[in-house]
């Protein structure tokens, strides 16, 4: 760096200490457009500034410069009582983290201040270390049900951990957002009662969203069990349960329930209209085209190509059998 450079640095930094909120703002944009390393120091303390648009802004620039020693001094704002500063930060130290903060990151979790423990949780499934589930465990039981839908939607990226008891009594919390979070990430894991859990969730929990949910977990799950929740999620009156039903359907075909998806290439959705389509289209019986034919015309161009695709494959497993 050259002495210009250095004396023009120097000045900015001097002006970041100025009583006035207009100079500082200057000052630390200056900084942000420079990019020089050597005002991240400055800049690190430009994070504790009274104002929040001198705040953000020195995020932002510390952001850019992407120095890991600005981790722990942004960790701190994840506690701001400023919304947008807990934001900010949390988009930052989503680019910065990495595994070296593991037990950084541990620590600010046992800190007591809801935002913080919201916040790491987040960062924490950038990681997905299963050193972390004790810690995440914890938060399965808290009174704030943000920390526990936070809790259980990190548990869903700790690819290591198959069995989890307790995420599966998430399934009955009186949160809908946690009910949707504990919804989703049963279909990670592989205890004895999920499918059972799951299915009873997409029948009858009130929450059209958990419903929906859990019918994306049991496709994930494909599991036979499912099949008279599903026969029932059918007639949902949300169509995009309706929707994520007939997915699983597509995955574990089921010729009792023929009448049921042939009644869906009407339905007003023409989401669902599609999906049925493709699952009539894997069950491989002779009797369906006729059905699929009138779909041809649908008024929604996506229904109609898979409707020809689904004719398709069944004259195709038909010529197959034939031939064999």
């Known amino acids: 760096m050259n002495n210009n450079t250095n004396t023009n640095l120097n000045y900015w930094l001097e002006m970041l200490r100025s009583p006035d909120i207009n100079e500082r703002l200057v000052a630390v944009k200056t900084l942000q457009h420079l990019g020089d390393e050597g005002a991240t120091n400055a800049l690190i303390l430009a994070l504790k500034d009274e104002s929040t648009a001198v705040q953000k802004i020195a995020i932002t620039a510390i ?4 120095n890991p020693a600005a981790v722990t001094p942004l960790l701190e704002l994840l506690a701001s009582p400023e919304e947008e500063i807990r934001s900010e930060a949390l988009s930052a130290l989503g680019e910065l983290v990495s595994s070296e903060h593991l037990l950084l990151l541990l620590e600010a979790l046992q800190q007591q201040d809801i935002n913080l423990q919201f916040n790491v949780l987040i960062l924490l499934r950038k990681i997905h270390h299963a050193q972390t589930f004790p810690f995440v465990l914890r938060f399965f039981e808290s009174e704030y049900p943000q920390l526990r839908e936070a809790a259980v939607t990190t548990l869903r990226y700790l690819n290591q951990v198959k069995k989890c008891p307790q995420a599966l009594l998430l399934l009955n919390d009186p949160n809908d957002n946690v ?26 929990d009130p929450d059209w969203q958990v419903r929906r949910n859990a019918a994306k977990s049991l496709l994930l799950h494909a599991n036979s069990q499912a099949i008279p929740a599903i026969e029932k999620a059918l007639s949902d009156e949300h169509w995009q349960v309706r929707k994520s039903a007939i997915q699983v359907l597509q995955k574990i075909p089921e010729a009792k329930l023929l009448p049921s998806l042939i009644e869906a290439l009407a ?5 669902v209209r599609k999906e049925a389509a493709i699952a009539l289209g894997n069950l491989a019986n002779s009797d369906l085209i ?34 064999d």
């Open 290 to 323: 006729n059905a699929l034919n009138k779909s041809l015309d649908d008024p929604d161009k996506e229904v109609a190509i898979q409707s020809r695709r689904a004719i398709h494959k069944i004259q195709e497993s038909i010529k197959s059998s034939t031939h």
């Open 267 to 271: 339905d007003e959705y023409s989401d």
């Open 179 to 204: 009910r949707r979070e504990a919804a989703l990430t049963l279909g990670n894991l592989v205890d004895e009662a999920v499918v059972a859990l799951l299915s009873k969730a997409l029948t009858c």
């Open 63 to 66: 952001w850019e410069l992407a």
